[in-house]
C-alpha cells in the first residue's frame, strides 16, 4: 500500500507542477484561475493522500476547508472577470 | 478486499487528476480547460475521497468522508459554471 501511495503521490505532484505551469503561463485571466482552481483540488487529493499515508484523518477536515475556499473564490473570480469586462466596455471608445 | 477496492479508488482518482492537468495545459482554449478541469478533477477528487471513506474503518471519519465527496461533487461544476459563463459574456 506504501509504494502504491508514493506513486500516486508522484502523479498528484506532477499534476502540480502541470497546473502551475499553466498558472504562469495563462494567456488570460481566466485561464489562470482555472489552473488555481484545479490546483486547489489538486492540493486537497493530495492531504487525503497523506492521510492515507499517516492515519491522521484530521487532514480530511483540512482539505474540506481547502475546497470551500476554494470555491468561493473561483466564483469570486467569475463574477469579477465579468464586471471588469462590462466596466471596460462602458468606458471604451 | 475493502483495502483492494480503496486502493483502485485512490489510483483511479489520481489517474483523473493527473489527466486533467495534461488537459488544462494541452488544450487551446479556455472553454477546452475549463470542461477538462471542472469534470476530470471533480470526479478524480471524490473518488479518492471516497477511497479514504472506506479506507478509514471508522464510522466518523467515513461520514465526514462521504460528505466531503459530495459537497465536491455538487461545487466542482458551480465554480466551473460560473467562470464559464464569465468568460462566455465577457468574449460576446
Redesign the interface.
Known amino acids: 500500500m506504501s509504494a502504491l501511495l508514493l506513486v500516486l503521490q508522484i502523479a498528484v505532484g506532477l499534476a502540480s507542477l502541470l497546473a502551475l505551469w499553466r498558472l504562469v503561463r495563462g494567456p488570460h485571466l481566466a485561464d489562470r484561475v482555472v489552473a488555481l482552481d484545479l490546483l486547489a483540488t489538486l492540493a486537497v487529493g493530495f492531504l487525503v493522500l497523506r492521510a492515507f499515508q499517516t492515519g491522521h484523518w484530521l487532514y480530511v477536515d483540512v482539505a474540506l476547508g481547502i475546497g470551500l475556499i476554494s470555491v468561493v473564490g473561483t466564483v469570486a473570480f467569475g463574477s469579477f472577470v465579468e464586471h471588469r469586462a462590462r466596466e471596460a466596455r462602458e468606458e471604451g471608445p | 478486499m475493502i ?1 483492494i477496492l480503496a ?1 483502485i479508488l ?2 483511479i ?3 483523473f ?2 489527466v ?3 488537459g ?2 494541452a488544450f487551446r482554449d ?1 472553454f477546452a ?2 470542461h477538462c ?1 471542472g469534470k476530470s ?2 470526479l ?2 471524490a473518488s ?2 471516497l ?2 471513506a472506506l ?2 474503518g ?1 464510522g466518523g ?1 467515513a461520514l ?2 462521504a460528505l ?1 465527496a459530495a ?2 461533487l455538487f ?2 461544476p ?3 459554471h ?2 464559464a ?3 462566455w ?2 468574449r460576446a
Open positions: 483495502d486502493a485512490a489510483a482518482g489520481a489517474g487528476m493527473l486533467a492537468a495534461l488544462v495545459v479556455t480547460r475549463l478541469a478533477a471533480t478524480g477528487v479518492m475521497l477511497a479514504a479506507w478509514s471508522d471519519v465526514r468522508c466531503a459537497f465536491f461545487t466542482g458551480i465554480g466551473c460560473a467562470l459563463r464569465a468568460v459574456r465577457t
